[in-house]
């Protein structure tokens, strides 16, 4: 497992998942509120990985040059703000346009049906 993540399981876990999670769960609102491009989210999950494989070499002792370290924290802080990306969105066009579109699960909106 350290040779897969680059270090241990509980550092992944506190770095990556709360530290790095949380950086990315804001991210991903802040975009989707200023209404910025989906692709953004990408390019900056890509440079939190970054900061999260420094964080993990500096404080911790990781290996700093892990790649698969690197694809592993990117990818679920990735997937972090892309899930606050798109549940922002939905929460702001039914909020924003109520006569045009509702609720269809916390990532998804519909068109409103009359009647």
Request: net charge positive; charged share 10%; aromatic share 14%.
């Amino acid at each position: 497992m350290i040779a897969l993540l680059g270090t241990s399981l509980p550092v992944f876990i506190a770095v990556t998942l709360f530290l790095g999670g949380g950086a990315a769960f804001m991210t991903g609102q802040a975009l989707s509120a200023h209404w910025r491009p989906v692709w953004q989210a990408v390019g900056y999950s890509m440079l939190l990985g970054l900061a999260d494989r420094f964080i993990i070499f500096s404080l911790f002792g990781g290996e700093l040059l892990s790649l698969s370290g690197y694809v592993i924290d990117t990818a679920v802080i990735m997937a972090v703000a892309l899930l606050s990306y798109r549940a922002t969105r939905a929460r702001t066009m039914v909020a924003q346009y109520p006569w045009l579109y509702e609720r269809a699960g916390p990532f998804g909106w519909r068109e409103r049906r009359a009647g």
